[in-house]
């Protein structure tokens, strides 16, 4: 997978606004220089990286992308977080549940949005069986909902609680 130019920066929304939306998490986000490595990058430099509790992104990371991996970090248990350096792991069902609560998220971010994040994922090329994002946000994510719903991580009514799986 690559970064796709035409997705949403980090810079065209600033870094506070995810900052601060980590910060409920009770996670750090750290804005790396322009040109420099991305500590705890999976897929490599403009993506974010995680490294314990910390989501490192650049100005030209992808917004989609720094929300996944922080939403990954808030989703993993509480000791795989523990020792946490790139690669957030997980089964399918987890994956899948970031990706439904990253998108929850970038509804509090003026800016994004929900179908803002979507298009993006689908530019940088997530892939879900119903073809789109948005066709499979909208008709297959139940068992994503219960999913966390069931570690905590949504309320009843399907908000993000803001806090992490322990």
């Given at each position: 997978?690559?970064?796709?130019?035409?997705?949403?920066?980090?810079?065209?929304?600033?870094?506070?606004?995810?900052?601060?939306?980590?910060?409920?998490?009770?996670?750090?986000?750290?804005?790396?220089?322009d040109?420099?490595?991305?500590?705890?990058?999976?897929?490599?430099?403009?993506?974010?990286?995680?490294?314990?509790?910390?989501?490192?992104?650049?100005?030209?990371?992808?917004?989609?992308?720094?929300?996944?991996?922080?939403?990954?970090?808030?989703?993993?248990?509480?000791?795989?977080?523990?020792?946490?350096v790139?690669?957030?792991?997980?089964?399918?069902?987890?994956?899948?549940?970031?990706?439904?609560?990253?998108?929850?998220?970038?509804?509090?971010?003026?800016?994004?949005?929900?179908?803002?994040?979507?298009?993006?994922?689908?530019?940088?090329?997530?892939?879900?069986?119903?073809?789109?994002t948005?066709?499979?946000?909208?008709?297959?994510?139940?068992?994503?909902?219960?999913?966390?719903?069931?570690?905590?991580?949504?309320?009843?009514?399907?908000?993000?609680?803001?806090?992490?799986?322990?």
């Open positions: 997978m690559s970064a796709v130019s035409a997705v949403l920066a980090v810079a065209e929304i600033g870094v506070t606004p995810l900052a601060a939306l980590c910060e409920r998490f009770g996670l750090r986000m750290e804005l790396v220089p040109g420099h490595a991305i500590p705890g990058s999976y897929w490599g430099a403009p993506e974010a990286g995680i490294l314990g509790q910390t989501v490192y992104v650049r100005g030209d990371t992808p917004v989609h992308s720094a929300l996944h991996e922080a939403c990954h970090t808030a989703c993993m248990d509480a000791d795989r977080r523990s020792g946490l790139t690669d957030a792991g997980g089964d399918y069902d987890e994956e899948n549940a970031v990706c439904y609560l990253q998108i929850c998220l970038a509804k509090e971010l003026p800016g994004v949005g929900a179908e803002r994040l979507m298009a993006d994922m689908d530019a940088w090329g997530y892939t879900f069986r119903l073809g789109s948005r066709a499979w946000f909208d008709k297959d994510t139940d068992a994503e909902r219960v999913w966390l719903r069931g570690h905590g991580l949504v309320d009843s009514a399907g908000r993000p609680t803001y806090r992490m799986r322990s």
